[in-house]
């Protein structure tokens, strides 16, 4: 779909001219206000809509009304979610081409954008009848700079969207590895199971061991022209986890494709970079591999020893996206930024406690936090901090190692977030828990059931701040 920007769409041919009404008052277009408002009864509460045929009395074939609410509750997230809740509905009536001319700042073109190119997507990649897609939209009055800032980020949640959605016989390690090599201005380096090896990176490899892929570490980096911060961004790239010999049942086997949804989101992000150029520098590390079961497969009761040396005892080979991120942690603080963050669906646990509206985070820094809270609330998702109580650390000692790789059933999520802590060294660091977030069983808000891109638009505006 091609976004435009142009002004006095209202006069343009079209075939629909979408337009919008807060709560209580009324619309841009007189024929709306007569038929919509005052014959019916439109009232503009926030994602209605109403359609109108013109016939004829004015350029566009029909009018689309999305309300947009309450005048004073307006925000950029609002106006993401009605912009995508007016596509919606341009796709039910099979619209080819519209023009919008929204009653908001024109500073919203980021947020509009972003809410049009989440609402035409579809992974219709494997289906032969393909569902129905605009050709064109054309925003009116609306800032160029931030509709091209917004079809950035919406593009990127697609690439993410895209790479999660896929099954695991296409997204290999191997596969990830290669994306990675094709970024614009962006240096990749891959390093090969024996340079894994020789990194020490023992948890990690014993993870991948039960799979005929190869382990693939990935490392990415993009240099802005005046870097005033370096940061590294870590995506947990587990492309298709059976739990290992703890296996899981069939039905928890279904998705888990996507447990490499925090990779999809860092490769997402690093894509953008060439087009943001922001002043910064950033790393961005997968260690992909996949989790199965085999004769080659680490058991429970297996100690191994990551890459700052420390020991653990396998108690579960389903906590496994723990062990991957404990060497990518170690790797990253060796890299001199000021910054790491990881992202991962990395427990159960946290999807119990916040459902699917809200990521975990937690971290050693509560500005890093505090910030990244605003930045997702901004970006229109959701980050809840889950504390990190030194108590927490007591379910993960073990007799025989360092620590064990799982604790107490209980506060899953926050001894997850304490076990990754034993890797971090001399440095800000942040965990953002997105089990609940990255995968949807069903729509929600503007989202369609599949990969939701979780991570990639509160990533991206925190790596442009």
Not at 82 to 110: E, H, R, T
Not at 146 to 169: T, W
Not at 267 to 291: R, S
Not at 408 to 431: M, N, P
Request: charged share 25%.
């Amino acid at each position: 779909m091609e976004i435009k920007v142009s002004q006095n769409v209202q006069e343009q041919q079209t075939e629909v001219l979408v337009i919008s009404q807060f709560e209580g008052e009324k619309t841009s277009q007189e024929l709306a206000n007569t038929y919509a408002v005052d014959k019916d009864g439109f009232d503009g509460k926030f994602g209605q809509t109403y359609l109108l045929h013109t016939y004829g009395k004015i350029p566009a074939d029909k009018i689309l009304i999305v309300g947009l609410g309450k005048k004073e509750e307006l925000d950029g997230n609002k106006v993401c979610e009605a912009v995508a809740k007016a596509v919606k509905k341009l796709q039910q009536i099979k619209a080819k081409k519209a023009c919008f001319d929204l009653d908001i700042n024109s500073d919203y073109g980021k947020s509009a954008a972003i809410g049009a190119l989440i609402a035409d997507y579809a992974f219709d990649k494997y289906k032969s009848e393909k569902p129905h897609h605009l050709d064109e939209i054309t925003f009116g009055a609306l800032s160029q700079e931030s509709v091209d800032e917004g079809i950035i980020f919406g593009e990127a949640m697609k690439f993410a969207r895209d790479l999660a959605n896929e099954p695991a016989q296409y997204a290999t390690p191997s596969k990830l590895a290669e994306i990675a090599r094709h970024l614009e201005d962006v240096t990749t380096e891959v390093y090969d199971k024996d340079a894994i090896e020789r990194m020490g990176m023992g948890a990690y490899l014993a993870v991948a061991q039960g799979s005929i892929q190869p382990p693939k570490f990935i490392h990415m980096k993009y240099t802005g022209k005046n870097p005033k911060k370096k940061i590294a961004i870590i995506g947990k790239g587990i492309c298709f986890d059976s739990g290992g010999l703890d296996i899981k049942p069939p039905a928890s086997m279904l998705t888990m494709k996507d447990d490499m949804s925090g990779a999809a989101c860092v490769l997402a992000v690093m894509h953008a970079l060439n087009k943001l150029k922001p002043d910064m520098e950033v790393h961005g590390i997968i260690a992909a591999c996949e989790n199965m079961p085999s004769g080659s497969s680490y058991k429970p009761g297996d100690i191994l020893t990551a890459k700052n040396g420390k020991t653990i005892e396998v108690d579960n080979t389903d906590a496994e996206g723990r062990l991957t991120l404990a060497d990518a942690l170690c790797f990253a603080c060796e890299l001199g930024v000021d910054e790491v963050i990881d992202i991962a669906t990395l427990t159960g646990a946290c999807m119990v406690a916040l459902g699917t509206h809200a990521a975990g985070i937690m971290g050693n820094n509560e500005d890093m936090i505090s910030r990244l809270i605003e930045t997702a609330k901004s970006s229109g998702e959701r980050f809840w901090e889950l504390p990190m109580f030194k108590e927490y650390k007591d379910s993960l000692k073990s007799d025989i190692a360092d620590m064990k790789n799982t604790g107490s059933r209980y506060g899953g999520a926050s001894t997850a977030g304490i076990f990754l802590q034993e890797f971090v060294k001399d440095v800000k660091w942040a965990h953002i828990d997105i089990a609940g977030t990255a995968y949807l069983e069903k729509p929600q808000k503007e989202l369609i059931a599949g990969a939701t891109g979780a991570g990639v638009r509160t990533l991206l505006n925190y790596i442009k701040l």
